[in-house]
């Protein structure tokens, strides 16, 4: 077993710190007040989108914004379980859970594509470079995931490979040699 973490696991792990508070606040302002889901521009833009696609009248509205973010908040709260584990992983010397990342990361990646069109609706640069940059964020993170993945399994079947093969003669010479005991 490794004594300290592989970069992927590193980079997550400062991913989830950015996204775990920012997201958790954000969350957080809205289900303790409905209008502060209409004060935030990213937030009220998104909440105005779905309420325009699936033409829900004011109550609807108001339960869009919720859902947005609640959603926002389970996921902040799946980063700072990932956190805990990564925190775990490194006090154990193990490696953490990678189901527990992949999870985290398919999710909020799912979820901020949820939150980037209504920025591109909006036709807004700024909503829009926010959502990128943060996008551009779980994807760099998950690109190093993978290669780290694929160097890891390319060179284990390079190891398997290179394991020198006995051959017939050095077979032969060793079941002729007396047993010593």
Not at 43 to 61: E, I
Request: proline share 4%; with cysteine.
């Amino acid at each position: 077993m490794r004594s300290f973490p592989r970069l992927g696991f590193v980079n997550a792990a400062l991913v989830s710190c950015y996204f775990a508070p920012v997201w958790a606040t954000d969350a957080v302002r809205v289900l303790t007040s409905p209008f502060n889901g209409f004060e935030d521009h990213l937030h009220g833009t998104a909440a105005s989108y779905f309420r325009n696609v699936f033409d829900f009248n004011l109550d609807g509205l108001i339960r869009t914004s919720q859902l947005l973010a609640g959603v926002k908040l389970v996921i902040a709260v799946a980063f700072v379980a990932y956190l805990i584990d990564f925190a775990r992983a490194l006090l154990m010397r193990r490696e953490p859970n990678r189901e527990t990342l992949d999870i985290v990361l398919l999710f909020a990646s799912s979820v901020l594509i949820l939150w980037i069109w209504p920025a591109f609706a909006a036709h807004d640069a700024a909503l829009i470079r926010l959502e990128m940059t943060q996008f551009l964020l779980l994807t760099g993170a998950m690109i190093v995931i993978v290669l780290e993945r694929q160097i890891e399994e390319t060179s284990g079947v390079v190891v398997t490979d290179e394991r020198p093969q006995p051959d017939e003669a050095m077979l032969a010479g060793a079941a002729r040699l007396p047993a010593s005991g």
